[in-house]
């Protein structure tokens, strides 16, 4: 049974960093894609960043790039997101997601074929 599970959410005041951590346990499978995308209250889910192996070539959304870096290591069991410069509208429930399709960047949820629980993100203004 493929895991993904969070951490590293939490409570943080406008311009403070927090740092995500996703961690990929159980079953085999290729994990050619892993990403973030977050759920605001009445939003739909949104894109956050992707990285996609090989290379590790990254991926972000125009409201969080040159704030966020995406990373992971080369087992690809875990998948870290640094938080930058945040800002109130970013507080939403991150969740990491896994694709298993090659070559296909999940810009979009529906492309993502794992889910974690999600972790909360609170920016305070």
């Known amino acids: 049974q493929v895991q993904l599970v969070e951490s590293g959410g939490g409570l943080v005041q406008a311009g403070d960093s927090l740092r995500l951590s996703c961690a990929a346990s159980g079953g085999t499978f290729n994990r050619e894609c892993m990403g973030w995308f977050r759920r605001a209250p009445g939003k739909e889910n949104e894109f956050v960043a992707a990285i996609c192996w090989p290379p590790g070539d990254t991926y972000y959304s125009d409201s969080v790039k040159g704030r966020f870096t995406i990373s992971g290591d080369n087992a690809k069991n875990t998948v870290f997101l640094q938080m930058n410069m945040l800002r109130p509208e970013d507080t939403a429930v991150y969740s990491c997601?896994?694709?298993?399709?090659?070559?296909?960047?999940?810009?979009?949820?529906?492309?993502?074929?794992?889910w974690g629980h999600g972790t909360q993100v609170t920016v305070s203004s």
């Open positions: 997601g896994a694709s298993t399709s090659f070559g296909i960047v999940p810009w979009s949820a529906r492309q993502i074929d794992y």
